[in-house]
């Protein structure tokens, strides 16, 4: 096996007991701070850490008046907004622990993540997520009160997030220190979050992670030393997510600025107004970003295109001298600035103007696209980690990352490469177990306390962990050559900039296939330069001109690709593949089994000689 360690001493020491105290403590030290952004009305408001902790203590203190005990859990169903972020800041400080459900979770997981976890009171963001623990009522019988975000609620079971605080206001007037009190109490090995995995097969597993998980996330973070508090996050993932709630308490600890607002389809709008300098999201979004500005570029034609290509040429010369630790000289330096005037700088425009660098994971980011954006002047940070592990584990920094890697492993944890090339990981941050699962829970948590990550890559010769690719998706050919998926697919969508999705099939055949979907903004403005405007998606897809698109890149791939890897055939879905209809989970990855299952006959008939 194959070693990298870091100590874990310091870090240990030096975190909070609790996500409770180190909110406390971040409200001491800097009260009048802005704390958070969000949307109200057509503009954004602002709230400090004391008023951020006023809120939180009135809803903690409501949900210790409605009866909730220290590890009792209170489950939040609902979209990244600044209630959930008080939802769960409260939860903590009453000594519970936050069941996390998303809010494209269908009616019966949600009826058996609240039956599992036994939780007691449920924070639901608007009436559709109310009808899907409305209707189970009578299979929940833990569930003792909801809790509506948005809306008055029958003022029984069901009340408003206002009605809760006003409870909370008395329970504090009648004990005003009721909250620190409890924050006192509550130690590393507390429970704090049930996260259950979305899961790409069966029923989803609830992760238990405790205070000392995430109090150690942070201080392992800002032991980096890569943010301040005078940063401002743009805050969009979902807090159900484990990245997202990563970026939640490393605020606590750090002290900057967070603009909450978890509408994707106002990410792009948002960056120009909040001006962040850094954001998390996963591959996807930096797809879609480059995709669109490649795609539009190339349909205007012309001299722009021609202008742009020499300014991607030029941006990857400078990224490839300044990863090698070459600054470029002085005709390269002339280039860069007018590239950078003519293309990049716009771009740059366009992410808010102020960004430092991005932070990847998730899934796997395409080295191709990490070089794109950082011959533009933005550095994408690729990191990695699982919800069992809190989410980060490995990260490249700014002044030392290696794209095609996820980084070093974070200060504290150990990193294993077994035998068969598996990744296991130990440290402060690994969960304690799944949650009524002691037989699951073995399977991947041994002995000896390291995760068996399922996941497969190696440790390069300076230490950054490369992943080839997820250990139960590998694919072994009838000719006995091994395919590793998801690299494929990852390149596929850096080499096609209308691809939104690929499914790579082969297992047991004679050779490699492919289902595609592509992304219906991106085709759309495809289509107005090709006299196919107004045409259906579904015809649209269908036409033998986005065939033959379709197989330009796809020729383009296994260009790239060993023989064995290649794809021989594929078919173009006539939709997308998407959450709501089970295809994705809602972190954005492919249900691959289930996707193969339900698109098997299509497969089947690229078989066919």
Known sequence: ??????????????????????????????????????PQGSGWAAITWQETKDRADAIAAGLIALGVQPEQRVAIASATRIEW????????????????????????????????????????ENEAQLAKVAVARDKLPDVQKVVLLDGEGDGDWVI?????????????????????????????DHLATLMYTSGTTGRPKGVRLTHGNWTYEAVAI???????????????????????????????????????DGRVDKIVDNLAVIRPTFMGAPPRIYEKVMSKVVSTTEQ?????????HWALGVGRKVSEQRRQGREPGFPTNVEYAVADRLVFSKLKARMGGHIRYFISGGAALSRDIAVFF??????????????????????????????????????????????????????????????????????????????????????????NLKITDRKKDLIKTSGGKYVAPQAIEVLFKAVCPYASQMVVHGEHRKYVTALITIDPDAIASWAEHNDLVGMPYADLVSTPQVRGLMQGYVD????????????????ILRHDLTIEDGHLTPSLKVKRKHVEKQYMETFDKMYVE
């Open 85 to 124: 972020v008080l939802a769960d800041l409260a939860i903590m400080c009453a000594g519970a622990a936050t069941t996390t459900i998303y809010p494209s979770t269908l009616e019966d997981d949600v009826v058996f993540i609240l039956s599992d976890s036994e939780s007691r009171v449920v924070f639901a």
């Open 222 to 260: 800002d032991h980096l030393q890569i943010l301040n508090e005078d940063d401002v996050q743009y805050l969009w993932l979902p807090l159900s997510h484990s990245l997202g709630k990563v970026l939640q308490v490393m605020q606590l600890q750090i002290g900057f600025i967070s603009a909450v």
């Open 556 to 571: 383009e791939l296994n260009s790239r690709l060993a023989r064995h890897e290649q794809i021989k055939k594929f078919e």
């Open 300 to 308: 205007e034609g012309g001299v722009k295109v021609k202008i742009f």
């Open 374 to 463: 950082h011959g533009a002047g933005l550095l994408i940070l690729e990191g990695y980690g699982l919800t069992e592990t809190s989410a980060f584990s490995f990260v490249n920094r700014p002044d030392n990352y290696d794209f095609g890697t996820v980084g070093q492993p974070a200060p504290g944890t150990e990193v294993r490469i077994a035998e068969d090339g598996e990744i296991l990981i130990k440290g402060p941050g690994v969960m304690t177990g799944y949650h009524n699962m002691p037989e699951q829970t073995a399977e991947v948590l041994d002995a000896g306390g390291w995760f068996h990550t399922g996941d497969i890559g190696e440790l390069t010769p300076k230490g």
């Open 1 to 38: 096996m194959t070693d990298a360690i870091t100590d874990t001493g310091t870090i240990v020491a030096q975190r909070p007991p609790s996500v409770g105290r180190m909110f406390a403590d971040r409200v001491a030290a800097t009260p009048t701070r802005e704390a958070f952004r969000y």
């Open 160 to 188: 408003s997030l206002a009605d809760l605080e006003r409870l909370g206001a008395e329970h504090l007037e009648r004990n005003p220190d009721a909250i620190t009190q409890v924050i006192d109490k509550v130690t590393h």
